[in-house]
């Protein structure tokens, strides 16, 4: 059996930030992604807020990575765990980019 961990979103950026990584520049940055239904009579629009991160290469267009810009993300999913300041461990979800483009 063949496992797959792929995630294909689409939405808008929110302040990315630049980092350095062994020599290979980086971006952090929310991804918002706005999905709409009926409930009863009255149209609802949900937003859901993505961390992603990606490695400048192949497939990267690290000059789409502005704020407010509309972008296509294509990569998978990542669990990072950390403890807080109270000694709880918290977890969560952050999409790993292989392809950030400018939406159509």
């Known amino acids: 059996m063949e496992y ?3 995630v294909e979103l ?10 350095v990584i062994v020599g290979k520049k980086a971006a952090r940055f929310p991804l918002a992604a706005k999905h709409t239904y009926t409930s009863g009579n009255i149209q609802v629009t ?3 807020w993505f961390s992603c991160f990606a490695f400048e ?3 990267i267009d690290f000059s789409a990575l502005q704020a407010g810009n509309a972008v296509r993300v294509v990569g ?6 950390y403890v807080d300041q ?3 461990e918290r977890r969560y ?9 400018l939406a159509k």
């Open 93 to 101: 979800f952050e999409v790993i980019c292989q392809s950030v483009k």
């Open 4 to 6: 797959i961990n792929k």
């Open 76 to 81: 998978r999913l990542k669990e990072r765990r």
């Open 46 to 48: 949900d937003t859901d």
């Open 86 to 88: 109270e000694g709880v």
């Open 57 to 59: 290469g192949e497939g």
């Open 10 to 19: 689409q939405g808008y950026i929110s302040s990315p930030s630049f980092t």
